[in-house]
Nanobody, 121 residues
Framework: QVQLVESGGGLVQAGGSLRLSCAASGSIVVINAMGWYRQAPGKQRELVAAITSGGSTNYVDSVKGRFTISRDNAKNTVSLQMNSLKPEDTAVYYC???????????????WGQGTQVTVSS
């Protein structure tokens, strides 16, 4: 069993910043890619940013230049620094990790509980 716990969400004015963090724990052998997704009311969940175990990153076009994803492999954590926030960034943000446990040879997909980010005009 693997658990992902997010923190750092909240209310911020447009132009402000927030930093989201996610800690993975449990029977972890290897964590491959980690990422942040978000879902706004009435919209599909979308990948915001992802990072591989080797440090390669990718971002959805709408956040490029504003958001930065990073990870600490020793601590099994991933963070998302969000700057120049816009009202359209308002959503529930979910941490995701592809994790290999002692039970399998292939990664399983795990999700955090979500943290609310609200950006006011």
């Amino acid at each position: 069993q693997v658990q992902l716990v997010e923190s750092g969400g909240g209310l911020v004015q447009a132009g402000g910043s927030l930093r989201l963090s996610c800690a993975a724990s449990g029977s972890i052998v290897v964590i491959n890619a980690m990422g942040w997704y978000r879902q706004a009311p009435g919209k599909q969940r979308e990948l915001v940013a992802a990072i591989t175990s080797g440090g390669s990153t990718n971002y959805v076009d709408s956040v490029k230049g504003r958001f930065t994803i990073s990870r600490d492999n020793a601590k099994n954590t991933v963070s998302l620094q969000m700057n120049s926030l816009k009202p359209e960034d308002t959503a529930v943000y979910y941490c995701n990790a592809d994790v290999i446990t002692a039970m399998t040879f292939h990664p399983f997909d795990y999700w955090g509980q979500g943290t609310q980010v609200t950006v006011s005009s």
